[in-house]
Nanobody, 119 residues
Framework: HLVESGGGLVQPGESLRLTCKVS????????MVWARQVPGKGLERVCG???????DCADSVKGRFAISRDNSRTTVYLQMNSLKPEDTARYYC???????????????GGPGTQVTVSW
């Protein structure tokens, strides 16, 4: 069970921190990823974090977004800075086979959280 939160409406250049609370699995054993989707477009990988806390982010967000995890809270976070209008999307967290697994392999289990970046 995954529940994403923290989205909202912000202006370009502002920041948001997304939270994903995970239950029903041994969280520390899983690679976690954040992905996003715009209506009419495919799912896009954003950032992933391995069980050893190695991280990898898509080039489009590298240097602006950071993923982290707290195994004691079974929670994964996405810190998003310097947001741009093109970051507008619904954001989801999920488990993955690898940090760079194809989004087609993801199984989305949560409702996602909407991020809108606009003046």
């Amino acid at each position: 069970h995954l529940v994403e939160s923290g989205g909202g409406l912000v202006q370009p250049g502002e920041s948001l921190r997304l939270t994903c609370k995970v239950s029903g699995l041994t969280f520390s054993n899983y690679i976690m990823v954040w992905a996003r989707q715009v209506p009419g477009k495919g799912l896009e990988r954003v950032c992933g974090i391995h069980t050893d806390e190695t991280t990898d982010c898509a080039d489009s967000v590298k240097g602006r977004f950071a993923i982290s995890r707290d195994n004691s809270r079974t929670t994964v976070y996405l810190q998003m800075n310097s947001l741009k209008p093109e970051d507008t999307a619904r954001y989801y967290c999920t488990t993955a086979y690898g940090l760079r697994s194809e989004p087609s392999t993801y199984t989305l289990g949560g409702p996602g959280t909407q991020v809108t970046v606009s003046w």
